[in-house]
């Protein structure tokens, strides 16, 4: 189980826990299922994903453009923000997709709060 985290410049820890424990919580979810955090390449140096995947004792795995691309036809969200900031119509949902694999699947669309989104993927289907 991948969390996908998209957010602004500058989030803080706090910030980024909350949209991650929105969106395991919208799933039934705890942290302890999560096998690690995801972003973008662009996130690189955030401090507050690295401290956040510290925390949780997770890798921080920033997807790569490749993977990416293949994600567009899997996300649930289209934001014109994240789209013109990134690339992506949904940050989360993409590096999540990206880093869980091929086969992964969203559990459902990403969730906001505030400056984060996060979004959870499945590398492969439930039952």
């Known amino acids: 189980m991948v969390a996908g985290i998209g957010c602004r410049k500058g989030v803080t820890v706090d910030e980024v826990l909350a949209a991650l424990d929105a969106a395991l919580s919208a799933h039934g979810l705890g942290r302890t299922q999560i096998d ?3 972003s973008l390449p662009q996130k690189r140096g ?7 995947a510290g925390l949780l004792q997770r890798p921080l795995i920033l997807a790569d453009e490749a993977a990416l691309e293949a ?4 996300t649930l ?18 590096a999540a997709l990206a880093v869980a694999g091929p086969a992964a699947r969203l559990l459902g669309p990403r969730i906001a709060i505030g400056p984060a989104t996060c979004a959870i993927a499945h590398a492969e289907a439930r039952p």
């Open 77 to 94: 969200t289209r934001s014109e923000a994240s789209l013109a900031a990134t690339g992506h119509g949904s940050a989360a949902e993409a």
């Open 71 to 74: 994600t567009e036809k899997k």
């Open 36 to 38: 690690a955090l995801a």
């Open 46 to 52: 955030e401090p507050a994903l690295a401290d956040v």
